[in-house]
């Protein structure tokens, strides 16, 4: 499974990005979907995810009614639209998958992905 993340950039608070996950070789809705991030100094945290069904999106409370996780089967991407960021949303954002057997459920440990694409660079300038 190779996974592409793109779409990071630099942006004043309270704007927007939307990043995407492509997935190249196979079916991006055969996986969970995770996005994580990771700000210097600290630890790689859940972010927000996709079940393998992309009927169930799951959030972290730092981002709830900011973010949007979303699939698009044809351009066969999963996306996350990142709405009124905040400095403190500044950090390398990772996506990740995995096969689960369940069609509703993801992980947000980072230890519940096995694989991981390259990590896009989000700044939020105050």
């Known amino acids: 499974v190779q996974l592409q993340a793109s779409g990071g950039g630099v942006v004043q608070a309270g704007g927007s990005l939307r990043l995407s996950c492509a997935r190249s070789?196979?079916?991006?809705?055969?996986?969970?979907v995770g996005w994580f991030r990771q700000a210097p100094g600290k630890e790689r945290e859940f972010v927000a995810g996709l079940s393998r069904s992309g009927t169930r999106p799951y959030y972290a409370d730092s981002v709830k009614g900011r973010f949007t996780v979303s699939r698009d089967k044809d351009k066969n991407t999963v996306s996350l639209q990142m709405d009124s960021l905040k400095p403190e949303d500044t950090a390398v954002y990772y996506c990740?998958?995995?096969?689960?057997?369940?069609?509703?459920?993801?992980?947000?440990?980072?230890?519940?992905?096995?694989?991981w694409g390259q990590g896009t660079q989000v700044t939020v300038s105050s």
């Open positions: 070789g196979g079916a991006i809705s055969s996986l969970a």
């Open positions: 990740a998958a995995d096969f689960r057997p369940s069609t509703l459920t993801v992980s947000t440990r980072v230890d519940g992905y096995n694989y």
